[in-house]
């Protein structure tokens, strides 16, 4: 009886000690500054809804395939995942995601405070809402003010191009600003000697994201991903090659090993001193206040990307390519508490992490387009708020990026094809077919009508917020 | 078996059941069902149906000019990365092959490159190279050399990795070679002295045939590894710019785990094994049919 009572003590002590321990999740996201938000509120979170977190990051690149495989596999392994929004209707359509609409009655997520483009693309699927935004992702247009206020270079640059040096509006301007700012070691720049090359510009070459780069010139002119009625592929478009043709000019005019570039080195090029111009996500304006990681602080205009001029007016297209949003794996131990995790990251926290230049998230809410305050590492609120105003400019007018199961693979393989172009081994009119080809044996495999029914329903929606 | 009576064969039976179970589980099983899936069509963004399609998916690897690209590539780490390996390889062995103060401190340092993690020689071959502040461009510039696009340019890319690779992999040959003279007896090196060879002849008459045994060997075992180069892809290049520098093995990654068609992906499996069995049963022959020890 003795024995009994005392493993029956043994059993409740352990019993209750299990229970009173926090739930442990497992997050997991791309690598590096876009996690830390998970460290620093750690804390917090356990005190608050008594979670345990350990967060897993993996490189930016391969994200998708490291969630894929183990969602396909059922393992468990995820609670709480960053998803760039391209995966999202893939990962809902599997039925790999918890939908959320259950807890928002419970725990507001504030989704009005959202602007339209992330709140309805980038978070819901089939009418269901299955992530919380995290970070806003469009791109902008920085360049150096200092430059462009130079009293120097002002007067060359009218004297050889008969207008005023100002911030590129059209394509036809950027490609002139690109060419007029190309240096080389020795030669002077704003009245000094360079010790290195200076470029005009730069874009992201990687095969991942290009299309994106390509995608502001190509938007601009009007051109669309698919023919809404047949389905077949419009990269290829008079429109597609056009936008090529210019990339090719710009390239012109990008440091020579550009389509090696990633992130990273295209934030690099412009932070260090050595580019006057590129098209970035909007944490390189904050990034580049930050003493700690750029050489040109306070020396960063930020404006929208260029377009086409019609009928007088500009036509730009701002493409807003990758973003981040929090969804709750369908097989998570705790949906509840991931919830309640997530939307303390969302709505919380999220002006102070999109405010500080230790993250690479940006803003997505109103409430952070209104608060210029907050973002301290510029050297006063007026800066802050032009950049805020040039980030919200190109907002209004973005191009949101395809969100059909298979866009990975349709991005990468646009992505192949227009390096190709870019490197001198196809024309633009034979890369863009070739990636066209490319694009319908992928619909063909996810299965052409399901596609095309995905597709209408996404321009619908586009239309009805006024993005397309 | 016909020795053994009933009893006895049933447990030798039951102790060898044990690793049937685990060689099918592991390793046939896998080998049997990657096979099966190569002749199926099987995406599994959506849905994940497995179509029956024979060898469809083996038609569709000899039209598909992306596969061949990273063929070619692959190509080039063999020919040019393990050839130079080789020779260097060997040249190195043959300098270390005699004694000399500090030798053993040498044969450390040469160690080294070998040791280091693979990711670490990606990330500070990547550093070299960097167009603007890597090492590599600002010493060929101080040789008037202009710098070179060791990562952003199709046709340089390619031999950028090949060029990491040989510093990888270089030691992997100058130990194995050294080892393999090291063995051979100093009675025969003398025995030729006496019979008036000349360095060159104890080299090519007594040395190199005598090492051919560890020779095709060392290379069989970069061969087949560098037929799989992966890690120095992805941390160098990603494949790029766009897909100029993608290896058979990073090729083969992207269609099973970037855009998961598993069918695809397992019949491109197939025709690297086939390839590389090819390549080792040639080596085999030589090794075979050459032995000298």
Redo the contacts between chains.
């Keep these: 009886m003795r024995k009994f009572l005392l493993f029956l003590f043994a059993f409740v002590l352990l019993a209750s000690v299990a229970y009173a321990s926090p739930v442990k999740l497992v997050v997991v996201g791309d690598a590096g500054h876009n996690l830390k938000p998970f460290e620093w509120y750690a804390k917090d979170l356990k005190e608050k809804f008594d979670v345990e977190l350990e967060v897993i990051g993996v490189p930016f690149?391969e994200l998708?395939?490291k969630e894929?495989?183990e969602l396909?596999a059922g393992t468990g392994a995820f609670d709480i995942m960053i998803v760039f929004p391209k995966f999202l209707a893939?990962f809902a359509?599997?039925g790999w995601l918890y939908p959320l609409d259950e807890f928002v009655a419970k725990l507001d997520p504030k989704l009005d405070d959202v602007t339209p483009g992330y709140r309805d693309f980038y978070c819901k699927y089939g009418g269901k809402l299955y992530a919380l935004p995290y970070d806003g992702d469009v791109l902008s247009l920085y360049y150096r003010k200092d430059l462009l206020e130079n009293e120097e270079e002002r007067k060359a640059f009218k004297e050889k191009y008969g207008y005023d040096l100002k911030v590129p509006e059209t394509w036809d301007e950027y490609l002139d600003v690109a060419e007029f700012f190309t240096r080389k070691a020795g030669e002077k720049l704003a009245g000094e000697v360079l010790q290195?090359?200076f470029y005009g510009t730069a874009y992201y070459?990687?095969?991942?994201q290009i299309f994106a780069w390509w995608g502001n010139i190509f938007a601009s002119l009007g051109g669309v991903y698919f023919d809404e009625e047949t389905m077949e592929p419009a990269i290829n478009s008079e429109a597609g090659v056009k936008a090529l043709e210019i990339m090719k000019e710009i390239h012109k005019y990008c440091?020579?090993?550009?389509?090696?570039?990633g992130y990273e080195e295209l934030k690099d090029?412009f932070l260090n001193g050595?580019c006057f111009m590129v098209i970035q996500w909007p944490c390189v304006g904050k990034k580049g206040a930050d003493p700690a990681q750029s050489k040109i602080v306070g020396k960063i205009g930020v404006s929208h990307v260029p377009g086409v001029k019609k009928d007088g007016e500009i036509y730009y297209r701002a493409m807003m390519p990758c973003g981040r949003v929090l969804a709750i794996a369908a097989q998570s131990k705790d949906p509840w508490k991931a919830y309640q995790v997530i939307h303390y990251l969302s709505v919380v926290t999220s002006l102070d992490d999109v405010s500080t230049p230790e993250t690479g998230l940006d803003p997505y809410r109103y409430s952070h387009f209104a608060h210029p305050e907050a973002y301290e590492m510029f050297a006063n609120v007026e800066d802050a708020k032009i950049y805020l105003a040039g980030v919200q400019k190109n907002m209004e007018k973005g191009y949101p990026e395809m969100v059909l199961?298979?866009t990975?693979?349709y991005e990468?393989t646009l992505?192949?094809?227009?390096?190709?172009a870019?490197?001198g081994?196809l024309d633009p009119k034979s890369a863009l077919d070739e990636a066209a080809q490319a694009w319908r044996d992928i619909l063909e495999?996810?299965?052409k009508e399901?596609q095309k029914a995905l597709y209408q329903e996404l321009v619908k929606g586009w239309k009805a917020v006024g993005l397309w | 078996m016909g020795g053994l009576r009933k009893r006895d064969w049933w447990m030798a039976f039951l102790f060898v059941l044990p690793v049937v179970v685990i060689l099918l589980a592991i390793s046939i099983f896998p080998m049997v069902y990657s096979f099966y899936l190569s002749l199926c069509?099987w995406?599994?963004?959506?849905?994940?149906q497995r179509t029956f399609i024979g060898a469809g998916n083996y038609l569709r690897l000899f039209s598909d000019a992306?596969f061949f690209n990273s063929l070619k590539n692959t190509g080039r780490v063999l020919l040019f990365g393990v050839g130079t390996q080789f020779a260097l390889g060997l040249s190195l062995a043959l300098l270390l092959n005699r004694s000399f103060r500090g030798r053993s401190l040498v044969v450390t340092l040469f160690l080294l490159p070998m040791m280091i993690s693979p990711v670490v020689v990606g990330c500070i071959w990547k550093i070299i190279y960097h167009?603007?502040y890597g090492p590599l461009n600002y010493l060929l510039n101080l040789l008037g050399i202009r710098?070179v696009?060791?990562?952003?340019?199709?046709s340089i890319?390619p031999y950028s990795i090949v060029l990491a690779d040989i510093w990888e992999w270089t030691p992997f040959m100058v130990i194995t070679l050294l080892a393999g003279l090291q063995a051979i007896p100093d009675d025969l090196y003398e025995a030729a002295r006496v019979d008036g060879a000349n360095r060159w002849q104890i080299f090519s008459g007594v040395v190199f045939p005598l090492l051919r045994p560890v020779v095709i060997i060392a290379i069989l075992i970069r061969v087949m590894d560098a037929f799989k180069i992966f890690d120095l892809v992805v941390l160098l290049?990603?494949?790029?710019?766009?897909?100029?520098s993608e290896s058979v093995a990073f090729y083969n990654y992207?269609t099973g785990?970037?855009?998961?068609?598993m069918g695809y992906a397992s019949a491109m499996s197939y025709v690297q094994l086939a390839v590389i069995v090819a390549i080792a049963n040639v080596f085999l022959r030589s090794f075979k049919g050459r032995a000298v020890v």
């Design positions: 690149g998708y395939e894929k495989v396909i893939e359509a599997n290195r090359d070459g990687q095969k991942d440091p020579p090993d550009v389509l090696a570039y090029v050595d199961p298979g990975v693979e990468e992505g192949v094809a227009l390096t190709k870019l490197a081994e495999r996810f299965g399901q | 069509r995406d599994i963004g959506m849905g994940g992306r167009y603007q710098s696009n060791w990562l952003g340019s199709g890319s290049t990603m494949g790029g710019p766009g897909q100029a992207l785990f970037k855009y998961f068609s």
